[in-house]
């Protein structure tokens, strides 16, 4: 079991930053894939980014690409998403996410563990 609870979010105008902070907790994290989903109204929940606790390895989903950073706090046990130049598409509900690590996938339907959701507003 791993439980994620999540914090930060808000309304934050274009062009501007924000981040988002993912407290991990439960025996098994350390040996799982860590990650960010957002979900838009009307829309399918979209990867973000992910982290591979167990190796250092990140991933990135294209809208993002290049204006996002993904890290952890292995102490704090803590994962953190930051995004850059935001725009108003990037506007929906941010959720932290989990599954071990196997494999490779960015389908939400292979995560297991979610946190309570955020919501990021940017406005234009």
């Known amino acids: 079991q791993v439980q994620l609870v999540q914090s930060g979010g808000g309304l934050v105008q274009a062009g501007g930053s924000l981040t988002l902070s993912c407290s991990a907790s439960g025996r098994t994290f350390s040996s799982s894939v860590m990650g960010w989903f957002r979900q838009a109204p009307g829309k399918d929940r979209e990867f973000i980014a992910s982290?591979?606790?167990?190796?250092?390895?990140?991933r990135f989903g294209n809208s993002v690409k290049g204006r996002t950073t993904i890290s952890r706090d292995i102490a704090k046990a803590m994962v953190y998403l930051q995004m850059n130049n935001l725009k108003h598409e990037d506007t929906g509900v941010y959720y932290c996410?989990?599954?071990?690590?196997?494999?490779?996938?960015?389908?939400?339907?292979?995560?297991?563990?979610w946190g309570q959701g955020t919501q990021v507003t940017v406005s234009s």
């Open positions: 982290f591979n606790w167990a190796n250092g390895t990140t």
């Open positions: 996410a989990a599954r071990p690590a196997v494999g490779v996938t960015t389908s939400p339907k292979d995560w297991y563990y």
